[in-house]
């Protein structure tokens, strides 16, 4: 069996990696891990090893955060050190965070082929770092693996061949829905102090938090959302700064917590009478779970989680009154799971790597 690096940097490629590194090695592949340390919070990185039930990586490149240019950078001189050392068959690379297309640069310019599992998805605004990383990601990739099916379409029209692009579900949710049982709402409510009813609130992309002007606006409107049910947001290292400064935990009814693993973070999801959030990943839990999930954000990459499922996007403006109607309506009793989020897409992405390894 040929090699394979999977190149993990943030708390989303960890949770979409575990049962792709897990049934390829219940096929016996020869793998390697590197973490690039983009998120190095012990509880944004190490942990979702441990309780994802991954192998400890192989190296971890210790990156950590900066500008755009410095920490690409940084990625690329590590990673090319790896795989010059490494000689891998494949790279695998996940979503659409620096490492990601760091990763399959080097990748391209060695020679080595490129998996990209997560390709496809597009917000079609390319004033976000991620958009820019997905399109190019995809561009260098030899395995365009797809979580949904318009993601098809979008490569379609982008030139990328049809051989290349393999429509094989969301890994990421065989993990949440392997985990279902261990996301215990009242463990996580007892541990950090919850209240029954609260709206749980994530918020870290550049636009919405790294100018204080913007995050105070968000926080105005968060205090809004507190005025209708406490708000329970464990803050993310990205925008901490900001909307601390802004007066973020001034609200009687925010309780502002540290980031937390990914069983506490999904079970305290699963409990919330709805969430508010600006995060991709966090779309598509809220949507099998059946949370009303409220995005921050003029578009959304994955529109499939607003035909499918229980997202819908807002403006600061629009927060507080669409967050009542949400609290109002509840959670829904069913929701349209989309196409081949069955808890399978770990076993299709393997099969589809090893076949073109040839093995």
């Known amino acids: 069996m040929a090699s394979i690096v999977h190149v993990l940097g943030a708390r989303p490629n960890f949770v979409k990696a575990a049962p792709v590194i897990e049934a390829l090695r219940a096929g016996g592949a020869d793998q390697a891990v590197v973490h690039t340390g983009q998120h190095y919070d012990e509880r944004m990185s190490e942990i979702f090893f441990q309780e ?50 760091a990763a399959a640069l080097v990748a391209a310019k060695l020679h080595i082929p490129v998996a990209h599992v997560e390709a496809g998805l597009r917000s079609f605004d390319m004033t976000m770092p991620e958009e820019v990383n997905r399109r190019l990601t995809d561009q260098l990739s030899d395995l365009c693996l797809v979580t949904s099916p318009e993601a098809i379409g979008h490569l379609a029209a982008e030139g990328i061949a049809v051989e290349r692009a393999h429509f094989v579900g969301n890994p990421m949710i065989d993990t949440l829905l392997k985990n279902l049982d261990a996301f215990d709402t009242a463990k996580v409510r007892a541990a950090h102090g919850l209240p029954e009813r609260y709206v749980l609130a994530t918020l870290h992309r550049p636009a919405n938090v790294d100018h204080p002007e913007t995050a105070a606006t968000l926080v105005k409107a968060l205090h809004g959302v507190a005025d209708l049910a406490e708000v329970v947001i464990p803050v993310h290292p ?41 995060s991709g990943g966090l779309q598509e839990e809220t949507t099998i779970l059946g949370v009303p999930c409220l995005t921050v954000r003029p578009n959304t990459e994955r529109p499939i989680t607003i035909t499918h499922g229980t997202n819908r996007l807002v403006t600061f403006g629009d927060l507080v009154p669409e967050t009542r109607k949400a609290l109002d309506a509840g959670q829904a009793a069913t929701t349209r799971k989309p196409p081949l989020w069955d808890g399978h897409a770990g076993p299709r992405i393997a099969e589809v790597v090893m076949e073109f390894l040839g093995d």
């Open 52 to 101: 994802l039930g991954l192998p400890e990586p192989d190296v971890n490149l210790g990156v950590g955060s900066g500008g755009h240019a410095a920490q690409t950078a940084a990625l690329m001189i590590g990673l090319e050190q790896e795989f010059t050392t490494r000689s891998p068959a494949l790279v695998i690379v996940y979503g659409d965070v620096n490492s990601t297309i």
């Open 238 to 278: 990205r925008g901490r700064a900001n909307l601390l400064a802004a007066g973020l935990d001034e609200h009687a009814g925010v309780h502002v917590l540290e980031p937390l693993g990914y069983i506490d973070f999904v079970a305290a999801v699963r409990g919330a009478a709805a969430v508010v959030t600006d």
